[in-house]
């Protein structure tokens, strides 16, 4: 009975958190618990479990007598990698692929410069493998076991840093891959200058060479962005 409601739960929240990122309800929209439970044929506790997520995320706020309001997108948690996915899956996803993009180059340089200075010889062989499986997996269309080997060293550069906050976004770097992937907003095969960037940047890190390791890494999300240009304009 739990799993059932945690899957009822997810369909609400599934449906209701797209659309009020997609900007289908406007901000001071009210929704009534009352309304909502009639649309989704579920319990109230349903739609409460669901509401108090998107509460969480800061979409909206729930207030008794009056019902559920939908927040402006300036309240919005936009660090929430489900906020960040939703928000990709729209019709904004352009620009919302620019602003994580331009948030990426402000911090992942920076974190690989710390990260020559801090890594251990675990993460740098953690760093090494990755960068060597995103050239393994360049060619021939995996892009999807491509993806895995980049999510997982962007992880390790932000958490080799030793910096708790940067390591925090590694989340949202990795929404922002996986949409990228997902969305097609990526040549069939990744560029073969950014692949050899990583293998490079693996080296100036192991290597403990922060000056090299930070210009690196902003060549990596300089040519992110112009494959955006290109991509998704």
């Known amino acids: 009975m739990k799993n059932q409601g945690q899957g009822l739960h997810a369909r609400v ?6 659309a009020i990122t997609a900007g289908e309800y406007a901000p001071g929209t009210v929704l009534r618990t009352d309304e909502l439970e009639e649309r989704f044929e579920v319990s109230r506790t349903v739609i409460r479990e669901a509401v108090r997520v ?13 019902g559920v309001t939908v927040l402006p997108t300036e309240e919005w948690n936009v660090y929430d990698p ?12 352009p620009r919302q692929l620019r602003s994580l993009t ?3 180059s402000a911090v992942e340089p920076v974190a690989a410069g710390l990260a020559a200075r801090l890594a251990t010889p675990a993460q740098c062989a953690e760093l090494t493998e990755h960068a060597l499986g995103m050239v393994a997996t360049s060619r021939g269309q995996q892009l999807d076991r491509y993806l895995v080997h980049d999510i997982a060293f962007h992880h ?7 910096n708790e906050m940067f390591a925090r976004l590694g989340d949202v770097v990795a929404e922002v891959l996986t949409g990228r992937t997902q969305h097609e907003v990526m040549f069939t095969d990744p560029d073969p200058a950014a692949v050899t960037l990583h293998v490079r940047v693996a080296e100036a890190v192991r290597e403990h060479d922060p ?8 060549e990596i999300t300089a040519g992110a962005m112009a494959e955006l240009d290109i991509l998704a304009p």
């Open 13 to 18: 929240l599934e449906s209701l958190g797209p």
């Open 54 to 66: 998107l509460e969480s995320m800061r979409l909206v706020t729930s207030r008794r007598r009056v």
């Open 82 to 93: 489900r906020v960040i996915r939703w928000r990709l899956a729209g019709a904004d996803r």
């Open 102 to 104: 331009v948030l990426r």
């Open 156 to 162: 390790v550069i932000l958490r080799a840093s030793g």
């Open 211 to 218: 000056v090299r390791a930070e210009a690196l890494t902003r």
